[in-house]
């Protein structure tokens, strides 16, 4: 059996900026955070958006699920984690913001991200090669 791991969690504090007119962080803001932690997680396996561009492929999001359990506050601390969940034919991250002082989940959701071939603009079904090389170090045989 085939698996992997690669995982990535990045701290913030809610700036004032994102809050909205009820002094909550606006709901927009967290496809935001999402979009930092996935970063992190790219950078992590050496393919983090350059490295996509020299490729050859890009990686547009075509969906994003957001379950809101509990609102972020001005200058609360967050950790926000991203995990690879599905990875050759999509890419499937799934993510989770807790409460840094406490662990308390208050928000889950997940990207899909389709690769699509920069020259000809037509999506690939498979995951590039490419990729697959980026996630061997990561993948072990259970």
Same mark, same amino acid.
């Given at each position: 059996?085939?698996?992997?791991?690669?995982?990535?969690?990045?701290? +913030?504090?809610?700036?004032? #900026?994102? +809050?909205? /007119? +009820?002094?909550?962080? *606006?709901?927009? #803001?967290?496809?935001?955070?999402f979009?930092?932690?996935?970063?992190?997680?790219?950078?992590?396996?050496?393919?983090?958006?350059?490295?996509?561009k020299?490729?050859?492929?890009? *990686?547009?999001?075509?969906?994003v699920?957001?379950?809101?359990? #509990? /609102?972020?506050?001005?200058?609360?601390?967050?950790?926000?984690?991203?995990?690879?969940?599905? *990875?050759?034919?999509?890419?499937?991250?799934?993510?989770?913001?807790?409460?840094?002082k406490?662990?308390?989940r208050?928000?889950?959701?997940?990207?899909?991200?389709?690769?699509? #071939?920069?020259?000809?603009?037509?999506?690939?079904?498979?995951? /590039?090669?490419?990729?697959?090389?980026?996630?061997?170090?990561?993948?072990?045989?259970?």
């Open positions: 059996m085939l698996s992997y791991k690669v995982a990535s969690c990045i701290s +913030l504090t809610v700036p004032f #900026h994102d +809050l909205d /007119p +009820l002094n909550i962080c *606006w709901h927009g #803001h967290y496809v935001r955070y979009e930092l932690a996935r970063t992190a997680l790219l950078q992590q396996i050496n393919y983090d958006y350059p490295q996509m020299r490729s050859g492929f890009f *990686w547009p999001v075509i969906e699920f957001v379950r809101y359990a #509990h /609102p972020l506050y001005y200058q609360q601390t967050i950790d926000v984690h991203a995990r690879l969940q599905e *990875w050759e034919n999509r890419l499937k991250i799934g993510y989770e913001i807790r409460d840094t406490t662990g308390k208050l928000t889950r959701g997940h990207t899909l991200q389709v690769s699509v #071939h920069m020259a000809t603009q037509e999506m690939c079904f498979v995951t /590039p090669e490419v990729f697959r090389k980026k996630l061997e170090p990561f993948l072990c045989t259970e």
